[in-house]
């Protein structure tokens, strides 16, 4: 029996594809940990996954502030970004829920929750958080953005995704997400490579 000289070697268009896909994991890991690891910028024309703006809160201030005054929901609020800020969701969103207890409706604060939500495996509440945000404020971009990451990334629903983020593109169509590319032109890559 002859041997092919090629055997063990992989074809031309099977590499090819093989590389595609890995660029395209690599893209949309990119994306995604872009998205939430982005830092904070000009909401209007960059939203961003979180509306937390605190830019390294010192979480020892922060925990003797709620003990100084325990009753004031910017204290809790501020509470909740130093845990953000140092990843530890469960204890942020405890942080937050006591601050919508005191001042409810607050979209920025049920922002930051649902993304500590999402942080925390939580997607479903997650949604909840962002579609509270909607309500409260229904021009509020980051709401709209992180709903949809929500529902492409986490829920795979690629058309409810779209949806959200069609609904934020009829507000502002120069919408960015985090690493500077406009919303639209994300999509339709999403789309493309979907196809």
Not at 12 to 32: D, H, P, Q, R
Not at 92 to 108: C, F, Q
Not at 139 to 159: I, W
Request: charged residues 25%; hydrophobic residues 40%.
């Amino acid at each position: 029996m002859k041997k092919d000289k090629f055997e063990g070697y992989v074809k031309k268009e099977t590499m090819y594809m093989v590389i595609g896909v890995a660029l395209l994991v690599g893209f949309l890991s990119g994306v995604v940990f872009t998205v939430f690891k982005a830092p904070g910028g000009d909401s209007a024309s960059s939203p961003q996954v979180s509306q937390n703006q605190s830019g390294g809160h010192d979480l020892s201030v922060a925990e003797k502030q709620v003990a100084d005054t325990p009753n004031d929901p910017e204290a809790w609020t501020h509470l909740g970004n130093a845990y953000f800020d140092s990843d530890q969701p469960k204890k942020a969103i405890k942080a937050y829920t006591k601050s919508l207890e005191l001042a409810p409706g607050n979209p920025n604060v049920l922002t930051d929750l649902g993304v500590m939500y999402r942080r925390s495996g939580e997607p479903d509440k997650a949604l909840a958080s962002f579609d509270k945000a909607i309500a409260a404020s229904p021009t509020h971009e980051q709401s709209r953005l992180n709903k949809g990451v929500v529902l492409m990334f986490d829920k795979q629903d690629q058309a409810a995704a779209f949806k959200a983020w069609e609904e934020l593109l009829a507000m502002n169509p120069m919408v960015k997400i985090p690493n500077g590319q406009l919303l639209k032109d994300f999509m339709q890559e999403l789309q493309k490579n979907s196809q």
